[in-house]
């Protein structure tokens, strides 16, 4: 689809104007074409702007989330996964839930929306998920894993949210069992895991691993103002960091050394007390 083709080309420059005559050239089509799918896009909600002279070009700190644009950012070996975009959606876990009963063969797989109307977390608690504010994804993985080792991918994937965070706020973030994460004492993540078991071999086939993160300020219930907080990156692209995500989680759930990655856990651990896995 030219608009798909359009989009990629924009992304893989995003902060470098191409012409829309360069474009028709790559794309074998008018420029008259390139012009109406251009403006298709910007009607979508895609941030390209024009220069008189250079042509198109999608600003660096463009805040969109599109397949694209996160599939740019993914290392060589992760290009192909399965991207799936939302501008809203009640909740990535469920939509992976969702399309896991059509097509179990969905995985690898990162579902991500601009907002959630029922964002989930742990225990059937909410997860505040305001449009374009935050990070709202789930990742569907393949991988096999035995039923003792279950409450550990939750730990992996805190472990890869709170590396990744750390690399932008230059600072440490906190980690509460298990599966939230706060910052100068708020609560700015939740991570929310679910498995596909196996019951005859003992094994989870399938994980959607749902993270939520914080990124922007926005209005919050007054009851609510001393318990949720926020991160306040506004330079980098959420595409961006959700793509950093993706790529800790493979780096992590690969890592044999589990040990190295539970001993990172606890080290930021707030309530030490909490049993150890």
């Known amino acids: ?6 989009l990629r080309e924009l992304e893989q420059n995003r902060g470098k ?4 005559q360069e474009m028709a050239d790559k794309f074998n089509v ?22 008189r002279t250079l042509g198109y070009y999608i600003p660096n700190d463009s805040d969109v989330i599109s397949e694209e644009g996160i599939r740019n950012f993914l290392p060589e070996e992760l290009k192909d996964i399965n991207i799936i975009t939302y501008d809203i959606l009640d909740s990535t876990n469920n939509e992976a839930k969702r399309l896991l009963a059509n097509d179990e063969n969905v995985a690898p797989c990162l579902i991500i929306s601009d ?35 279950s409450e550990l991918i939750t730990i992996f994937a805190a472990v890869a949210v709170k590396r990744v965070i750390e690399r932008y706020i230059k600072d440490e973030v906190g980690l509460k069992w298990v599966n ?4 100068k004492g708020k609560k700015v993540a939740g991570i929310l895991t ?10 989870i086939s399938t994980v959607i691993v749902g993270i939520g993160i914080n990124i922007k300020k926005f209005d ?4 609510l103002k001393d318990v949720i907080g926020f991160l306040n990156i506004d330079e980098v692209p959420r595409i961006k960091i959700s793509s950093e995500i993706v790529e800790e989680l493979y780096k992590i759930f690969n890592d044999n050394d589990v040990e190295k ?4 856990y606890f080290l930021r651990l707030i309530d030490p007390e909490k049993s150890r896995v």
């Open 115 to 149: 907002g959630q109307t029922n964002g989930r977390g742990r225990g059937k608690k909410s997860f505040l998920s305001e449009k374009g504010k935050g990070i709202y994804m789930s990742f569907v993985f393949s991988k096999e894993f035995s039923q003792d080792k």
């Open 261 to 264: 990655i539970k001993k990172e």
């Open 180 to 183: 939230d994460i706060f910052y």
């Open 30 to 51: 008018s420029r008259n074409a390139i012009w109406k799918a251009i403006n298709s896009l910007k009607n979508s909600g895609y941030n390209i702007e024009s220069h």
């Open 1 to 6: 689809m030219l608009k798909d083709d359009i």
């Open 194 to 203: 679910e498995a596909i078991s196996d019951l005859e071999s003992k094994t």
């Open 220 to 223: 919050v219930p007054e009851e």
């Open 17 to 20: 104007a191409i012409s829309g």
